[in-house]
Nanobody, 125 residues
Framework: QVQLVESGGGLVQAGDSLTLSCAAS????????IGWFRQAPGKEREGVICITSSDGSAYYADSVKGRFTAATDNPKTTLYLRMNSLKPEDTAVYYC??????????????????WGQGTQVTVSS
């Protein structure tokens, strides 16, 4: 059974750093694309960072460029999201997801098939 489980969320202050993890079970993160998404209250789910597995190329949302990075471990069973210089506007539920759809490289949530349950990140000012 394909399963993604996020962890590492919490309450932090503006300027702090936080690392989220996404553990895959039942498969390796070797699909066409993998990514991190977030959804704030009242807003649509948005792509944060998406990585194309074949060449490692990555899409970054403008709002996180220079602050967030993503990477997988060597067995490709865990995806990480390192978040630096956190801002209150980064507050959201963060999800990891994966897909075999080539459109996944463009980091649109609609193109992703498998999702974790999400982890809450709250950044206080």
């Amino acid at each position: 059974q394909v399963q993604l489980v996020e962890s590492g969320g919490g309450l932090v202050q503006a300027g702090d750093s936080l690392t989220l993890s996404c553990a895959a079970s039942g498969f390796t993160l070797d699909y066409y694309a993998i990514g991190w998404f977030r959804q704030a209250p009242g807003k649509e789910r948005e792509g944060v960072i998406c990585i194309t597995s074949s060449d490692g190329s990555a899409y970054y949302a403008d709002s996180v460029k220079g602050r967030f990075t993503a990477a997988t471990d060597n067995p490709k069973t865990t995806l990480y999201l390192r978040m630096n210089s956190l801002k209150p506007e980064d507050t959201a539920v963060y999800y990891c997801a994966t897909t075999n759809n080539p459109w996944g490289s463009w980091c649109g949530a609609v193109h992703y098939d498998y999702w974790g349950q999400g982890t809450q990140v709250t950044v206080s000012s």
